[in-house]
C-alpha cells in the first residue's frame, strides 16, 4: 500500500472523529447531488422527484448528525459511529427499495448512479465497522 494511503489509515484509527468527518461530506454530497441535480433532471434519471427530495433530506439529516459527531465528541465515539453505521445501512435499504419500486422509470444514468453511491456507501459501511471493532477492542484492552 502506498505511503499516503498508509498515513491516511493511521491517522483514521488514531483520530475516528475524522471518520464523521468524511461521512459528513460524503452525505453533503448525496443531498445536493440528488436534490439539485437529479431532481432538476429527472427524467434523465427516472426517479420522481418527490422520492428525490425523500433521499436528498434524509442524506442531509445523516450530514448534520455525522457533522454534529465531528464536532461535539470528545470521548468514546462507539455509540455514534453504531448510530452512523447503522443509518447508513437503513438510507441503502430504502435506497435499494425504492430502485426495485421505480425500476421500470428508471434510465440507465439512473442505474449507474444509483449502484455507484450504493457501492462507495458500502465501502465507507465497512470502513465505519472496522474502525468501529477497532475502538471496541481498545475500550476493551482498557478495561
Not at 494511503?5 to 483520530?15: A, D, S, V, Y
Not at 436534490?35 to 442524506?59: D, H, N, R, V
Not at 421505480?102 to 444509483?114: A, H, N, P, Q, R
Not at 453511491?117 to 484492552?141: F, M, P, S, W
Amino acid at each position: 500500500m502506498s505511503n499516503w494511503k498508509q498515513n491516511f489509515l493511521n491517522e483514521l484509527k488514531t483520530n475516528p472523529k475524522r471518520f464523521f468527518l468524511i461521512d459528513a461530506f460524503g452525505a453533503l454530497l448525496t443531498a445536493i447531488s440528488l436534490f439539485g441535480i437529479l431532481a432538476q433532471l429527472e427524467p434523465y434519471f427516472g426517479m420522481p422527484k418527490k422520492t428525490l427530495y425523500l433521499l436528498s433530506g434524509i442524506a442531509f439529516c445523516l450530514f448534520i448528525y455525522s457533522i454534529s459527531c465531528n464536532k461535539f465528541i470528545k470521548l468514546n465515539c462507539i455509540p455514534y459511529l453504531r448510530i452512523l453505521i447503522i443509518s447508513n445501512i437503513i438510507y441503502s435499504l430504502i435506497s435499494l427499495g425504492l430502485l426495485i419500486k421505480y425500476s421500470e422509470k428508471i434510465t440507465e444514468l439512473g442505474w449507474v448512479y444509483f449502484i455507484l453511491e450504493l457501492l462507495i456507501i458500502g465501502i465507507i459501511v465497512i470502513a465505519e465497522y472496522k474502525l468501529y471493532l477497532n475502538q471496541v477492542r481498545k475500550l476493551n484492552t482498557k478495561i
